[in-house]
T-cell receptor, first 115, second 111 residues
Framework: DGGITQSPKYLFRKEGQNVTLSCEQNLNHDAMYWYRQDPGQGLRLIYYSQIVNDFQKGDIAEGYSVSREKKESFPLTVTSAQKNPTAFYLC??????????????FGEGSRLTVL | SQQGEEDPQALSIQEGENATMNCSYKTSINNLQWYRQNSGRGLVHLILIRSNEREKHSGRLRVTLDTSKKSSSLLITASRAADTASYFCAVGGGSNYKLTFGKGTLLTVNP
C-alpha cells in the first residue's frame, strides 16, 4: 500500500546527542514536510522540500537539519543545538501541483523524548 | 500570520448528537482544510474547501466557509464514539508553499 513511513515511532535521546528521524514515502509526491507538535501548540513547520536536492526552512528550523537526496526520503536530524527537542514529529507529503495549497498526507509520527 | 484558530478548544457531546467546530483566520486564503488526529497518531485529511466555495459535504461532514468573516465551520452529524479525536483547520494560500495549522479542537463523543 502507498503511504508515508516514519521511524522510529519512539526515540529516547540523551542531552548533547544528535538523532535522525526517518521519513520514507512511496506516493511519488514531490513535496515533503516536517512538522513539530507540542501539547496545546498545534503543528509548526520545521523544514519543507519541494523537489530533490532542495529544501527551505520553516518557522522553527533552528537546531534541525534535513536532506533530500532522493524523492522518496526526507530525513530530519535533531541536533544538540535544539534546546527543547522533546516533542511529537510528523512528516508529510503532497502530490505534484498541490505543494503548500493542497491535501497533505501524514505519517504516523515519531515521539522523541530527551532524558 | 494566516494561522487558523479553532473554537472551542474542547467539546464533549453524547453519541448521536451533532458537533460543530469553528475556525477563524486573518488573511486572504486560497483554500481551507480540515484534518483529524486520533491520539498519538498522524493527521488524516478530511475535506478541502476553496475560497470560491461556500459549502461542501462529505458523508457526515459539512464544511462552510465565509470569506467575508474569515471563518469556517465543521459540522459532524450523528456523532459516534469513533469520532473522538482532535480536529484541526489549516489555511493555504501564501506564496511560501505551506499550510498553517491551528491548535485544534479536542472532540470527545461519549457512548
Amino acid at each position: 500500500d502507498g503511504g508515508i513511513t516514519q521511524s522510529p515511532k519512539y526515540l529516547f535521546r540523551k542531552e548533547g546527542q544528535n538523532v535522525t528521524l526517518s521519513c520514507e514515502q512511496n506516493l511519488n509526491h514531490d513535496a515533503m514536510y516536517w512538522y513539530r507538535q507540542d501539547p496545546g501548540q498545534g503543528l509548526r513547520l520545521i523544514y519543507y522540500s519541494q523537489i530533490v536536492n532542495d529544501f527551505q526552512k520553516g518557522d522553527i528550523a533552528e537546531g534541525y537539519s534535513v536532506s533530500r537526496e532522493k524523492k522518496e526520503s526526507f530525513p530530519l536530524t535533531v541536533t544538540s543545538a535544539q534546546k527543547n527537542p522533546t516533542a511529537f514529529y510528523l512528516c508529510a507529503s503532497s502530490p505534484p501541483g498541490a505543494a503548500g495549497t493542497g491535501e497533505l498526507f501524514f505519517g504516523e509520527g515519531s515521539r522523541l523524548t530527551v532524558l | 500570520s494566516q494561522q487558523g484558530e479553532e473554537d472551542p478548544q474542547a467539546l464533549s457531546i453524547q453519541e448521536g448528537e451533532n458537533a460543530t467546530m469553528n475556525c477563524s483566520y486573518k488573511t486572504s486564503i486560497n483554500n481551507l482544510q480540515w484534518y483529524r488526529q486520533n491520539s498519538g497518531r498522524g493527521l488524516v485529511h478530511l475535506i478541502l474547501i476553496r475560497s470560491n466555495e461556500r459549502e461542501k459535504h462529505s458523508g457526515r461532514l459539512r464544511v462552510t466557509l465565509d470569506t467575508s468573516k474569515k471563518s469556517s465551520s465543521l459540522l459532524i452529524t450523528a456523532s459516534r464514539a469513533a469520532d473522538t479525536a482532535s480536529y484541526f483547520c489549516a489555511v493555504g494560500g501564501g506564496s511560501n508553499y505551506k499550510l498553517t495549522f491551528g491548535k485544534g479542537t479536542l472532540l470527545t463523543v461519549n457512548p
